[in-house]
């Protein structure tokens, strides 16, 4: 009961504190300024969803897109409690924290979410940032998540993952006053994520290793 209330805790916490960024707008406001790293090493936690029911390998199988069958029973042979739903659950849990952490200008956070390149890129456009005295602020309305393929070579598994969410981003000046996206507008966010993982190692932790900008 406490592990179930502490998780419940840690999902609203990070819900609250972790927007998100990345992505392609198709409202009319001026176009964000930041880096879009693409990299092998950007280091993301997929939280495992406690709450969420156990399937069988046959529910998972026969439930699955089927060009993800054959995939989804390789990785069931490494990661025995996988299933795609747990797995969608968790990246949006990472692509919220990601977002949100860049937002806010939290390099600490970054450390803890992505590897060092990614980092490189992220300090970058918030260090311009904050040289131009300028802070951002993302709220995320909703995300979609779909999984758009499933990659294995050797014991390496891949996993694509299109995020599709509606924000509203803003930038504020030095004196507080919001200088782009004034009518605070809605937009359409799309990207594709692709998170990576080493099917000999054990535990939950997928590595984003790539991340696009869908038009």
């Given amino acids: 009961m ?3 209330l502490l998780f419940a ?3 609203v916490y990070l819900f609250y504190r972790l927007w998100n960024v990345l992505g392609t707008r198709t409202g ?3 176009q964000r300024q930041w ?3 693409e990299t092998n090493e950007d280091n993301v936690i997929i939280l495992p969803q406690k709450n969420t029911p156990q399937k069988t390998d046959s ?3 026969v439930n699955a897109p089927e060009p993800f069958v054959g995939q989804l029973k390789t990785i069931r042979k490494s990661i025995k409690d ?3 739903d747990r797995f969608e659950a968790g990246s949006c849990n990472a692509f919220r924290a990601v977002v949100q952490a860049f937002s806010q200008g ?3 956070r970054l450390e803890q979410l992505v590897g060092p390149k990614v980092l490189k890129g992220f300090q970058s456009a918030i260090k311009a940032r904050v040289k131009q005295k300028e802070t951002m602020n993302i709220d995320i309305k909703d995300v979609d998540v779909e999984i758009e393929g499933i990659i294995l070579t050797k014991t390496i598994a891949q996993i694509l993952v299109r995020f599709t969410s509606d924000q509203v981003v803003t930038t504020t000046n030095k004196a507080g006053e919001i200088i782009d996206n004034t009518n605070l507008i809605t937009n359409r966010m799309i990207d594709r994520w692709t998170f990576e993982k080493d099917l000999k190692e054990a535990g939950p932790i997928w ?3 790539k991340t696009e900008s869908l038009a």
């Fill in 28 to 30: 009319n406001e001026k």
């Fill in 106 to 108: 939290n390099i600490e």
């Fill in 35 to 37: 880096s879009r790293p």
């Fill in 207 to 209: 590595l984003l290793v």
């Fill in 2 to 4: 406490v592990e179930i």
């Fill in 9 to 11: 805790v840690l999902s």
């Fill in 82 to 84: 996988f299933t795609l």
């Fill in 59 to 61: 529910e998972i199988v």
